[in-house]
């Protein structure tokens, strides 16, 4: 006697065609230019689908995730890209291609960067910080004129000063010979405040630097809304 066959499953949809048109990616770039769009959804129009039981969205958050954010995924050859889940040859093909216009871009023209002139400015790089749950810590990497190299992702999860190893936070300013960086880290609670220990590895950074003939410029800590604080302004970890 066959046995009683189960309830089929609820069925889940995870195709974008749920969304609201106007939030798909492609329809806001249309509507809003691409500098609007989050840095999950260009890389979702370059992937355009996703795989089963993931969309085109999951699969570009995951990937920015799982890699450390823009830097970490440039960082990645092709043979890892291709055998990231959710990805294969044909759209680590067209990421990688995607990735590598970006970089001769930048080269060929150093004068379209970003130029940090302001704490403000520099704050303006981490706005994905402030809604962040989970605390982050990032550097931005200057040239001789202050134009932005890269803005690699150093630490996620709880920072403290026996966590950051000054070594590991350097190692990206090095490869990419820079002559200044900014560091950055948001606080999930919203609350800007410098603690104790912010101050403490600031001093740490700052005295690294000068070994290694890197001006450390500045330690922005990101809260919520329009929150952050400087604390080279505020004589903080800064001799």
């Known amino acids: 006697m066959p046995l009683p066959s189960e309830p089929a499953a609820p069925r889940v949809e995870y195709l974008l065609t749920t969304l609201d048109k106007t939030q798909l990616p492609r329809e806001r770039l249309r509507a809003h230019g691409a500098h609007a769009l989050k840095n ?7 992937l355009r689908t996703g795989s089963a ?7 570009a ?5 799982d890699c450390g954010g823009l830097a970490g995924l440039a960082r990645q050859p092709f043979s890892e890209l291709e055998k990231f889940k959710g990805m294969g040859r044909v759209k680590a093909i067209e990421l990688a291609a995607a990735v590598e216009l970006g970089r001769r871009m930048l080269a060929a023209a150093p004068e379209e960067r970003t130029v940090i002139k302001s704490p403000g400015d520099a704050a ?4 994905d910080l402030r809604a962040s749950e989970q605390e982050m810590m990032r550097t931005v990497l200057l040239d001789t ?3 932005v190299l890269a803005t690699p992702t150093i630490y996620r999860g709880s ?13 990206e300013a090095v490869r990419h010979n820079c002559a200044a960086m900014i560091i950055a880290h948001n606080h999930p609670s919203g609350d800007p405040t410098p603690s104790p220990e912010d101050v403490a590895v600031t001093r740490e950074i700052v005295q690294a630097g000068k070994i290694l003939d890197i001006d450390v410029l500045d330690h922005i800590v990101i809260g919520a809304g329009e929150k952050y604080v400087s604390l080279k302004e505020r004589g903080l970890g800064f001799s």
């Open 124 to 127: 303006n790089l981490f706005a």
């Open 61 to 65: 958050e995951r990937l920015l995730h």
């Open 159 to 171: 920072l403290h000063t026996t966590v950051i190893r000054v070594t590991e936070l350097f190692r």
């Open 40 to 46: 999950e959804e260009l890389i979702a129009i370059i």
């Open 53 to 59: 039981g993931e969309n085109v969205l999951h699969l």
């Open 145 to 147: 004129k202050n134009r």
